[in-house]
């Protein structure tokens, strides 16, 4: 058995997620795979993948081992760019994810500046306001609005998001404006599914004193652009990150609402599996975010003083 090329062949089943997908990768036969994968199991004394019709999916030490093999592979990959080219470039595939707001509005524009300087690296994106399961799915990287969500991952914080509380000027003329937040009770809202408490929304005032107040509404999503678009229709008020409705208060389409109170400021953070050598590809990307992002975001009210100039006072601390 050739145990390095049965690493490589087990590596490509977990990503491509079967025997035929990785076969067509490696460009060999699904016999080879099979037969690669039952050598490999052979000389572990172990079974690392459960087989049905459908699926493949990893054993508990598959899953184990699977992430011993990728960290091999990719010291491996490092070591063959310090020689051969005495720097480690971002080169291969960098597969992601990240919420849908964050990453159509500000995450593609970065991806694109980062691939013309990089332009042997290759993206591979995924979209979803869920949390997804880096090493089951076989992903370097996440972009989490909030706690990265396991302790097998590690975080480094790229920017911070505020949360702003906000209606369309055709909701204020019908409803009246809400002038502290225990009036949003008596006014339509517009809450969000994956919210840890979605119906309490929470803020401070000046000296720092805790407000929550029970909200309820006529619409209830899981995505915040849905919940954007529907603020900007009149539906109801939203509390919402900036990143997702900025343009929308810049343009007046919405009011940000509530200015002498804060609702808690949410990290955001780039996730990574926990390794001991980070690839070139995900630490060379992450710190671009830091740079990009950390200091001065572009979703801050008050950045662009021009865009900003009709909007109102950000909330004050």
Not at 236 to 257: K, N, W, Y
Request: glycine letters at 6%; proline letters at 5%.
């Amino acid at each position: 058995m050739d145990r390095f090329q049965s690493l490589i062949a087990f590596a490509k089943v977990v990503e491509a997620g079967s025997f035929a997908a990785a076969a067509q990768r490696l460009d060999v036969s699904v016999s080879a795979v099979s037969r690669q994968m039952g050598e490999l199991e052979a000389h572990l004394g172990a079974r690392l993948l459960n087989r049905t019709t459908r699926r493949l999916s990893l054993t508990e030490p598959g899953r184990a081992f699977h992430e011993r093999v990728q960290q091999l592979l990719v010291d491996l990959e490092e070591a063959e760019d310090e020689i051969a080219a005495q720097a480690v470039v971002p080169r291969g595939t960098l597969r992601l994810t990240a919420s849908i707001s964050f990453g159509t509005r500000y995450l593609a524009s970065a991806i694109a500046d980062f691939a013309r300087r990089h332009p042997q690296l290759r993206f591979d994106v995924e979209l979803s306001d869920q949390t997804r399961d880096l090493v089951d799915e076989g992903l370097d990287l996440a972009i989490r609005i909030g706690p990265i969500g396991s302790q097998t991952l590690i975080g480094r914080q790229i920017g911070v998001a505020r949360m702003l509380c906000c209606a369309a000027p055709s909701y204020l003329a019908r409803h009246g404006t809400p002038r502290a937040p225990a009036d949003l009770a008596s006014h339509a809202c517009l809450t969000y599914a994956y919210a840890a408490d979605g119906s309490i929304w929470r803020f401070r005032d000046a000296r720092q004193r805790l407000h929550e107040v029970k909200v309820t509404g006529p619409a209830h999503a899981n995505n915040g652009g849905m919940l954007a678009a529907l603020a900007v229709a009149g539906v109801g008020i939203t509390l919402e990150p900036d990143f997702s409705v900025v343009d929308e208060v810049r343009a007046g389409q919405l009011v940000q609402l509530l200015a002498d109170y804060a609702a808690p400021p949410i990290p955001i953070n780039a996730a990574y599996p926990s390794r001991r050598h980070l690839s070139a590809k995900v630490r060379t990307f992450v710190d671009f975010l830091v740079q990009r992002f950390a200091h001065r975001p572009p979703w801050q009210l008050g950045q662009t003083a021009a865009a900003d100039a009709a909007a109102p006072m950000p909330f004050r601390r």
